[in-house]
């Protein structure tokens, strides 16, 4: 499975907390999916599953006309809801959210949440279902999953048990990673942190 983050969208540059489903790639993102399909033109991938979002199903829909696939929509992938701060940008959200994601990965506290929004325990749960399924329907084959940072964060970082590991490095746009899963633990080889991987090791039981 190559996992990648969604190419920069307008959000982004805004500085906009929360999931934001409308929000769309910027000129410089389009660039960044089509140098992501580029980057895995030769690894035989069969799919590709991307969040709802519109950003994420821009990258994805720009990514599968140059590798010939079908793109599917899941809805488990999107990113993490925080409720009535929802497309804040002011400096207090923005400390708020990054506290609560240092928990989350960190800590290992799912408890905690961004204003009325999503806590770690179900955005855990539901990322993990999305790729476990994903994982089990293309067994033997390699498939592209494209979500959002936080989101994709502390699932990953739940099920490959990386925790500290990857914590200041935060998954930079429409760069592919492999995670892997064997039936049994999943395995997180390396972790994308601006132009380079660095190597992590770690696992979670099944």
């Known amino acids: 499975m190559l996992c990648l983050r969604h190419a920069e969208s307008e959000n982004v540059t805004a500085g906009a907390a929360g999931a934001l489903p409308s929000a769309r790639l910027t000129a410089k993102g389009r660039l960044q999916a089509a140098e992501a399909a580029r980057r895995v033109i030769g690894e035989g991938t069969t799919r590709i599953y991307a969040s709802t979002a519109v950003r994420a199903r821009q990258t994805a829909d720009i990514m599968a006309r140059t590798l010939g696939v079908d793109v599917v929509p899941l809805q488990d992938l999107v990113e993490v809801h925080v409720g009535r701060a929802e497309g804040a940008v002011d400096p207090a959200t923005r400390a708020r959210t990054a506290a609560v994601l240092r928990s989350w990965i960190v800590e290992g506290d799912l408890g905690e949440a961004v ?15 999305a790729l476990t399924s994903i994982a089990a ?14 989101s994709l964060t502390t699932g990953l970082s739940a099920l490959c048990g990386l925790g500290r590991q990857v914590w200041g490095a935060p998954l930079p746009h429409a760069v592919p990673f492999l995670v892997e899963w064997d039936g049994r633990a999943w395995q997180c080889p390396s972790w994308p942190s601006g132009t380079a991987a660095q190597e992590v090791t770690g696992a979670a039981g099944s």
């Open 115 to 129: 204003a009325d929004g999503e806590d770690g325990h179900a955005v855990t749960a539901r990322v993990a279902a």
């Open 137 to 150: 329907e293309h067994a033997g084959e390699t498939v592209a999953v494209i979500g959002h940072v936080a």
